[in-house]
């Protein structure tokens, strides 16, 4: 045993965050980027805050974060795929019909994500 070599190496990981409505406070704690739903919707909403919070700005970045933090969590965390199809519709990307068995919004629903994005159109 006295002859066995071993490897040693430092292992170390990144965390990304995937929660829009988190972003900022997860930046914060070390995160060091994100995967987004929401981001499919309204990218430059959530680069916003990615690069307010690079450039040190954390007040500009958390404010960017209370403007998408609920139509965020609603869109994707409630209404979750239907809402991301309409809301990138809705902001001019394509989101499509959702297939089956998950159904397209109804029209109270479009309602609602139409007001939570009227202040975060792209």
């Not at 029209?107 to 007001?115: P, T």
């Amino acid at each position: 045993m006295g002859g066995l070599k071993t490897r040693q190496k430092e292992i170390g990981f990144q965390v990304l965050v995937g929660a829009a409505q988190k972003l900022e406070p997860s930046l914060q704690v070390g995160a060091v980027g994100a995967i987004l739903s929401f981001a499919d919707a309204a990218p430059t909403a959530c680069y916003e805050i990615y690069a307010a919070w690079k450039e040190g700005d954390m007040d500009l970045a958390r404010l960017k974060q209370e403007r998408i933090a609920k139509a965020a969590q609603r869109v994707v965390g409630e209404l979750s795929i239907p809402g991301v199809k309409y809301a990138m519709d809705f902001n001019g990307y394509y989101g499509g019909v959702p297939r089956l068995p998950l159904l397209p919004l109804t029209a109270d629903l479009k309602s609602e994500i139409e007001q939570l994005l009227g202040n975060i159109r792209n």
